[in-house]
């Protein structure tokens, strides 16, 4: 048989950076067999500056947004972004295509290997067809108002069985954000057989914290603003948004709460208490949260509670790129005590097991197919900097 061996400054296998004495050996198609110490490893040993991992897992992106890169100026808090989105939905769906195709290529290289990617509608379909990255489908579905849940669930639910037909593995369907979906309309999405993986924006804004807590913040006037009149149903819970819905999420068993920005260590007891055959895992984009609201979320808090961790990009609209790299860099940047092993795990191993691919990706673990990605213009000491870049090598 024919081998391929790689050897770095360091080997990422998933879990451990190991030294550079070890060689990571994989067949011709990247199946990795084997890692072996320098002295086993025997001829044509390809050697690299920097890092070698498992290809990285995105896990949440809107692939249907890519269109939107540029356009939404930065900073404004969440409710002005929401109404910018709502504002520019006027793409022709050859921009839409082309801007998903291009999108999808930057992240195959920049390493990226799958995706979480929130879907309102099939659009994207043909682009994952033909895509090398592999996808988990979270078709979203929204609306407030009572009045419209039967209609809003049966609309995602003709979504949610085109991509069924086409990823019967990979798709879920999935409330949009506290904020967004109706006792109701959560009622209907739990009650679908078979949605063992799970996905919501939660506590993006401290609005919306303030929305279930004192009903006040920024989010009446986002409702004010497209013309629907919240009084009726709307019910204070005088708790936080994560915890005012938490029970109307019991079916799934893996939850990715995605973005965190505003969750408190009261939270993260809240979901302690869970039962535990139902897992909560804290999906962080950073530089979206620093886009969007110029806040990160408290990644020292999750990381002293042992919370799981996985890193997604979110969109173009919301970021100026599509690149987990980038998302390890300003992690590094700011928590500069958390440990690159433990941020290298999230990018890599926890977004393979969340995403359910943790069979094939994540690791180097003998059998796998991960891809193999270069972390290269490290310090001497092996610390990444904003120089540094990732390339995918298999
Ligand atoms: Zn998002």
């Known amino acids: 048989m024919e081998y391929n061996k790689f050897r770095g400054d360091f080997l990422f296998n998933g879990k451990t950076l190991l030294d550079s004495n070890n060689v990571l050996i994989t067949n011709k198609e990247g199946v990795v067999i084997d890692i072996v110490s320098i002295n086993d490893a025997g001829e044509d ?25 540029g356009l939404i100026p930065e900073h404004t808090g969440l409710v002005p972004f929401i109404l910018s989105i709502l504002q520019q939905r006027h793409a022709t769906e050859d921009e839409i295509f082309t801007a998903m195709q291009q999108a999808d290529e930057a992240m195959l290289h920049s390493g990226i290997v799958a995706v979480g990617d929130i879907s309102n509608n099939a659009l994207s379909i043909p682009q994952k067809q033909k895509s090398k990255l592999q996808y988990h489908n979270f078709i979203e579905v929204s609306g407030f108002s009572p009045a419209i849940a039967q209609m809003r669930f049966e609309t995602a639910l003709t979504v ?39 996905s919501i924006h939660n506590q993006e804004t401290p609005d919306e914290n303030e929305f279930f807590l004192s009903g006040e913040g920024k989010f009446n006037l986002l409702y004010e603003t497209i013309g629907v009149d919240i009084k009726p149903f709307y019910k204070l819970t005088g708790k936080t948004s994560l915890q005012s819905v938490l029970p109307l999420i019991s079916k799934p068993k893996k939850l990715l709460l995605v973005h965190d920005t505003f969750t408190s260590q009261k939270d993260i007891d809240t979901l302690k208490g869970l039962s ?57 940047q700011h928590f500069p005590n958390i440990p690159l092993q433990s941020i290298l795990q999230w990018a890599t191993f926890n977004g393979a097991k969340a995403l359910g691919m943790d069979d094939s990706l994540g690791s180097f673990q003998i059998g796998k197919k991960p891809g193999i990605v270069n972390i290269s213009n490290l310090t001497k000491e092996g610390s990444i900097t904003t120089e540094s870049q990732a390339k995918r090598i298999l």
């Open 45 to 69: 040993v390809q050697t690299f500056d920097g890092i070698l991992t498992p290809g990285f897992i995105n896990c949440h992106c809107h692939l249907e947004l890519s269109h939107m890169k």
């Open 160 to 198: 949610y069985n085109t991509f069924k037909t086409n990823f019967p593995s990979s798709t879920s369907l999935v409330p949009h954000a506290p904020y967004s979906v109706s006792k109701e309309l959560f009622g209907l999405i739990d009650s679908l057989e078979n949605n063992p993986l799970s």
């Open 276 to 332: 535990p055959a139902q897992k909560t895992i804290f999906c962080l984009c950073v530089n979206a949260n620093l886009y969007i609201e110029n806040k990160l979320p408290p990644i020292d808090l999750f990381f002293q509670n042992n919370s799981t961790i996985v890193l997604g990009t979110d969109s173009f609209a919301s970021n100026h790129q599509l690149n987990i790299l980038s998302e390890i860099i300003t992690i590094s």
